[in-house]
């Protein structure tokens, strides 16, 4: 199937330090893709998969779940590791979601987490009956574009493939469980005016990882997709402050001087 625009994923080497951009559920990596360049276009090296299931058509997604797009990042994550020194992962959404379960999983692995409005919870009334609706209704309202600012868009489906958010509950309850395991530094935007994840999606996230090192920025003027929303450059610039804090690569300028030179990881 081709490609909705934008959907294609984003590669590009840079320095001894990585970054995994995660995007999110019935989404894109047209959604993140300005964050995974700016990270990029500032030396670091930069995956932003597509995962499985996105970018086609709704049909393609009721096919998968949560574990295939888990291994995608899972794939990406080992693939960024042999190449860099650190590792940071980033996402949206469900891609926060994932993002958690790398770092449950990987531990050390994973240098430290960006979540923008991470998704912890299927919030819908009729969630619990998701097992047995999504035999008997194929797709419900889609939750893509939750934008403020004007003229910005997001590629994603207009519909809801139930097999996969059934999955997706699964996906949720999965890392909710095991919070606890994430001990990495982590940086948490949230926006209280978010029609896809409340806000207590952040909170419950916050209150429950093991991490010492937690930061949370307000997103005041974004709504769900504040990657692509008023807040979006200051997501981009707390992300590189975030980073080149904890990688001394970057810290001391390497990456940006490898990049220049023609060299890296």
């Known amino acids: 199937m081709p490609l909705l625009p934008g959907a294609e994923p984003f590669r590009r080497d840079g320095g001894r330090t990585g970054v995994l951009v995660c995007h999110g559920f019935t989404g894109s990596p ?63 959404s469900m891609g926060g979601a994932l993002a958690l379960r790398l770092a449950e999983v990987h531990g050390p692995a994973v240098s430290g987490l960006v979540l923008v409005n991470p998704g912890n919870k299927v919030h819908d009334a009729a969630a619990p009956l998701l097992p047995v609706l999504r035999h008997l209704i194929r797709t419900t309202k889609g939750v893509a574009n939750d934008i403020a600012k004007p003229g910005s868009v997001e590629t994603g489906y207009g519909r809801v493939p139930l097999h996969a958010a059934h999955s997706l509950r699964r996906l949720f309850q999965l890392v909710d469980a095991e919070l606890p395991r994430v001990t990495q530094p982590l940086l948490v935007l949230t926006s209280p005016q978010d029609h896809v994840v409340p806000p207590a999606d952040s909170e419950r996230i916050l209150s429950r990882v093991s991490s010492k090192d937690v930061r949370q920025t307000l997103l005041e003027r974004s709504y769900h997709v504040a990657t692509l929303d008023h807040d979006a450059e200051r997501i981009f610039e707390d992300t590189y402050d975030f980073i080149a804090r904890l990688a001394p690569s970057v810290r001391t300028g390497v990456e940006s001087e490898e990049t220049a030179t023609g060299g890296g990881a």
């Open 30 to 92: 047209q959604s993140v893709r300005p964050w995974a360049e700016y990270l990029a276009d500032r030396g670091l090296t930069v995956s932003l998969p597509l995962l499985p299931g996105h970018g086609t058509r709704g049909q393609d997604m009721q096919l998968t779940t949560w574990q295939d797009w888990y291994a995608e990042v899972d794939r990406e994550l080992r693939s960024l590791s042999e190449r860099c020194e650190q590792v940071f992962v980033c996402g949206l």
